[in-house]
Nanobody, 123 residues
Framework: QVQLVESGGGLAQPGGSLRLSCAAS????????MGWLRQAPGKGLEWVSG???????YYIDSVKGRFTISRDNVQNTLYLSMNNLKPEDTAHYYC?????????????????WGQGTLVTVSS
């Protein structure tokens, strides 16, 4: 069965950095798009970034230039490097498996999710 396990969340100061990881199993990782979504306190689920099977990357405007998504198809792991963190980045971050090889920016473009990892940006 599909399993996605996120790690790497925690507390960071504004301007700081964190790197999230998502270990994937139960499917052919290299043939699917993957993505990161987040849910801030009291808000809905928001797509943050996606990476297609061919490693083309996509970002929401608010994180462009600060976040970098990448994938390791040997280790079956998805990453999100987050730099220059802002308080508004505080959220639970979820790794998602795409429904196809091409990344999408809607929640319906992902059909499996991890349990999430909490990122808190505060001084």
């Amino acid at each position: 069965q599909v399993q996605l396990v996120e790690s790497g969340g925690g507390l960071a100061q504004p301007g700081g950095s964190l790197r999230l990881s998502c270990a994937a199993s139960g499917f052919t990782f290299s043939t699917y798009a993957m993505g990161w979504l987040r849910q801030a306190p009291g808000k809905g689920l928001e797509w943050v970034s996606g990476i297609s099977a061919d490693s083309t990357t996509y970002y929401i405007d608010s994180v462009k230039g600060r976040f970098t998504i990448s994938r390791d198809n040997v280790q079956n792991t998805l990453y999100l490097s987050m730099n220059n963190l802002k308080p508004e980045d505080t959220a639970h971050y979820y790794c998602g498996k795409g429904t196809s090889a091409t990344s999408g920016s809607r929640t319906i473009d992902y059909n499996y999710w991890g349990q999430g990892t909490l990122v808190t940006v505060s001084s």
